[in-house]
T-cell receptor, first 113, second 112 residues
Framework: DVKVTQSSRYLVKRTGEKVFLECVQDMDHENMFWYRQDPGLGLRLIYFSYDVKMKEKGDIPEGYSVSREKKERFSLILESASTNQTSMYLC????????????FGPGTRLLVL | QQQVKQSPQSLIVQKGGISIINCAYENTAFDYFPWYQQFPGKGPALLIAIRPDVSEKKEGRFTISFNKSAKQFSLHIMDSQPGDSATYFCAGSGGATNKLIFGTGTLLAVQP
C-alpha cells in the first residue's frame, strides 16, 4: 500500500510567517499533488509535480509555491501566511499511468492567526 | 470548463436504506471517475472508480452508474450502515497527470 505522510497534523501560525508543509510518499510515484480542502468547496488543486524539479500550477496557486528536490518529497510553501489560507491541506501521489488512483495523506490542518 | 457538480450537499438515510449521490461533469476529456470516502480527521480514501467505457461498476455494496451521453455519474450505497457515515467526493481526471477535479462533497449520515 502507498503510504503518504505529512509532516504535521496541526499547525498554528501567525500572519506573515513563512510556512512549510512537507509530504513524503514511499511508492516511487512520479506525480505528487497539493490540494486544499474547505467546507462547501471540496478539494481544490494548488500545485502538482510530475517529476523532480518539475511543477505546474493548479487552480488556486496564488500565495503558494512548491519544491520537489527528491522524487519522494513534495513541499508546499506559504511565503507570507494570511488568514484566508487557514484550511486543511492534503498531499497526494499517483503514477503517471492515466486513470490510476491518487493516494492521499492524512492532511495538515493549518490555522493562521 | 473543468467543473464537477455534486449533489446533494448532505444526505440522511436510515440503516438498511439506499444512499444515492449524483455528479455531473463538463470536461469530455475526463477518462477516469473515482469516488473518495473521507472520515473526520482522515485524508480521502479511494472507494471505487469507473472508466467511461462501462456503464456500471459494482464492488460489494457500492455501485457507480455512469451515463456518458448525459455526462453524469452516481454512487449508490446499498444496505447503508452507520459505518458508512462520512463525506463522499466524486472526481474526474484525464491524461497522465491524473489531476483530479473534485465535486464539493456530500456529507452522509446513516441513522441506526
Amino acid at each position: 500500500d502507498v503510504k503518504v505522510t505529512q509532516s504535521s497534523r496541526y499547525l498554528v501560525k501567525r500572519t506573515g510567517e513563512k510556512v512549510f508543509l512537507e509530504c513524503v510518499q514511499d511508492m516511487d510515484h512520479e506525480n505528487m499533488f497539493w490540494y486544499r480542502q474547505d467546507p462547501g468547496l471540496g478539494l481544490r488543486l494548488i500545485y502538482f509535480s510530475y517529476d523532480v524539479k518539475m511543477k505546474e500550477k493548479g487552480d488556486i496557486p496564488e500565495g503558494y509555491s512548491v519544491s520537489r528536490e527528491k522524487k519522494e518529497r513534495f513541499s508546499l510553501i506559504l511565503e507570507s501566511a494570511s488568514t484566508n489560507q487557514t484550511s486543511m491541506y492534503l498531499c497526494a501521489s499517483s503514477l503517471t499511468i492515466p486513470g490510476t488512483r491518487s493516494d492521499f495523506g492524512p492532511g495538515t490542518r493549518l490555522l493562521v492567526l | 470548463q473543468q467543473q464537477v457538480k455534486q449533489s446533494p450537499q448532505s444526505l440522511i438515510v436510515q440503516k438498511g436504506g439506499i444512499s444515492i449521490i449524483n455528479c455531473a461533469y463538463e470536461n469530455t476529456a475526463f477518462d477516469y471517475f473515482p469516488w473518495y470516502q473521507q472520515f473526520p480527521g482522515k485524508g480521502p480514501a479511494l472507494l471505487i472508480a469507473i472508466r467511461p467505457d462501462v456503464s456500471e461498476k459494482k464492488e460489494g455494496r457500492f455501485t457507480i452508474s455512469f451515463n456518458k451521453s448525459a455526462k453524469q455519474f452516481s454512487l449508490h450505497i446499498m444496505d447503508s450502515q452507520p459505518g458508512d457515515s462520512a463525506t463522499y467526493f466524486c472526481a474526474g481526471s484525464g491524461g497522465a497527470t491524473n489531476k483530479l477535479i473534485f465535486g464539493t462533497g456530500t456529507l452522509l449520515a446513516v441513522q441506526p
